[in-house]
């Protein structure tokens, strides 16, 4: 069974860091490029990083560019998110994410870490 379990999240103040990791089992972790999304309380689901399945490629929308690092290692099975300056409308639950393949019928999706920023 594929599973994805995401780690790292707390209270920061503004300004501050930290450092999600996503734990993958069930699937042979090298074989997809993996994403982070997050959700607000009242918006929609919001893309945050995706990066390629060697590591080499990734992609940030600008509210998070420059801020925000995607990694992985495939030794470990495990992707971070390194979120650094945060702001206030960083605040919400973050959700690692395994996008479907071609030949796939859907996503699978981690259960979420809270992450709050406030002073």
């Known amino acids: 069974q594929v599973q994805l379990v995401e780690s790292g999240g707390g209270t920061v103040q503004p300004g501050g860091s930290l450092r999600l990791s996503c734990a993958a089992s069930?699937?042979?972790?090298?074989?997809?490029?993996m994403r982070w999304y997050r959700q607000a309380p009242g918006k929609e689901r919001e893309f945050v990083a995706h990066?390629?399945?060697?590591?080499?490629?990734?992609n940030y929308p600008d509210s998070v560019k420059g801020r925000f690092t995607i990694s992985r290692d495939n030794a470990k099975n495990t992707v971070y998110l390194q979120m650094n300056s945060l702001k206030p409308e960083d605040t919400a639950i973050y959700y690692c994410n395994r996008p479907k393949r071609f030949e796939e019928t859907r996503d699978y999706w981690g259960q979420g870490t809270q992450v709050t920023v406030s002073s």
């Open positions: 069930g699937f042979t972790f090298s074989n997809y490029a």
């Open positions: 990066i390629s399945k060697d590591g080499a490629g990734t």
